[in-house]
Structure formats: C-alpha cells, structure tokens
C-alpha cells in the first residue's frame, strides 16, 4: 500500500503583485520526484485551487528529475492575504523544507526532501 505524504505551508500575497514565484528543488540526487500542487486562498474555505503555471503551461502535476528545480508561477490575483501551497508526493518523499527570500517576499523556495 503506497503511503501519500502531504506537505503545507503558508505564503503571504504582495498587493502589488498578481503573480507568486515558487521555485521546488528535488534535493535528493537518487530518485525523481512527481508530485501533485495545490495552491489555495487561506481565507476561503472552499479550498478552491489557484492555477498555478510553468512557462505559461497549466502544472497542477509534475516531476523532477533528481538535483533538478523549477520555478511555478500561481495566480493571486483574487487572492488579498495569505496562500496554503500544498505537495502532494504518492511515493517516497518525507516532506518539504521552505526558505524564504526577505528582498523579495513574493518569491519562496521549496525543497523536497
């Protein structure tokens, strides 16, 4: 039976920006990673999903090859507060470890361990 590993944190949205940058990282130098993303309003308890984009190309699923990373880009134009970003690993994986950037709030770093 296979194990899913949800990891979460939570982004604070600038008011003068539409767009949030997260770049995800697979640390480990074995083995890919593939991963599910959701991306919500922490406000609204619908949980409804932000589209969250690489290149222009709608990315709710993706894999990453081991040492590589990618930046996502995610709509919060709707969005006046605080975002949950949610991993979603179905194997292997034990979580995510988040750095922060202070020069630029809107752009947040995400490891997978």
């Keep these: ?16 920006s539409n767009n949030l940058y997260v770049k995800i990282k697979n640390n480990n130098e074995k083995f890919s990673r593939q991963f599910n993303m959701n991306v919500y309003d922490k406000d609204l308890s619908t949980k409804e ?3 969250i984009y ?3 190309q709608l990315t709710p699923v993706d894999t990453l090859e081991p040492g590589a990373q990618k930046v996502y880009r995610i709509d919060v134009s ?7 970003f949610e991993i979603i690993q ?3 994986g034990s ?8 020069k630029n709030p809107a752009s947040v770093e ?3 361990k």
């Design 1 to 16: 039976m296979s194990r899913t590993n949800v990891s979460r944190c939570t982004i604070p949205t600038r008011k003068d």
């Design 49 to 51: 999903s932000l589209p």
């Design 54 to 56: 690489v290149d222009d």
């Design 78 to 84: 709707k969005v006046a507060g605080k975002v949950v």
């Design 90 to 92: 179905k194997t292997g």
């Design 95 to 102: 979580g995510i470890k988040v750095s922060r950037n202070n």
């Design 110 to 112: 995400l490891q997978i």
